[in-house]
């Protein structure tokens, strides 16, 4: 009898915190409030991040998708040395004159390059320009190694 109580108890916690999770998430932000962030289509990514955790996969989408942010923010996991010159680098080699992108592996396995973008991806979300999110993640990444910007 006393499981019995237990069960009841345990799954009623769980709906009463799982109803104000959801509540908190759809009530009081406005729609101003929240910024849409553009996502490259997952299925114009290479094979190798398709089959990546969802959080990396996101961050390619992101940075092919923004170019004009991601270019502007440094990493720090190091990859200076490989010739990076920016976030968007730890995603994107190059591009040619068709569009056509030569993806880099290189954040597949990094988790620093990714947090970064996730970053980047949350804050502008929050209505954050590019110097608001370079700051923050200069900050907030600048002990793990040398930017690899000036």
């Known amino acids: 009898m006393l499981k019995r109580g237990r069960s009841k108890f345990l799954i009623l916690a769980v709906l009463v915190l799982f109803g104000s999770t959801t509540t908190g998430c759809s009530g009081g932000s406005s729609p101003d409030s929240a910024h849409e962030v553009h996502m490259a289509p997952l ?3 290479p094979a190798d991040v398709q089959g990546a955790p969802i959080v990396v996969q996101q961050a390619y989408r992101f940075a092919v998708a923004n170019p004009e942010v991601t270019k502007q923010l440094p ?4 990859c200076g040395a490989m010739g990076h010159t920016s976030n968007y680098a730890c995603y994107v080699q190059s591009v040619d004159a068709s569009g056509a992108i030569t993806f880099d592996p290189h954040a597949l396995g990094c988790s620093i390059c990714v947090d970064i973008t996730q970053d980047a991806m949350r804050l502008l979300q929050e209505g954050k320009g590019v110097e608001a999110i370079r700051a923050t993640i200069d900050d907030t990444y600048s002990r793990f190694g040398p930017s690899n910007m000036p």
């Open 43 to 45: 299925d114009q990514m």
């Open 75 to 78: 990493c720090y996991c190091g």
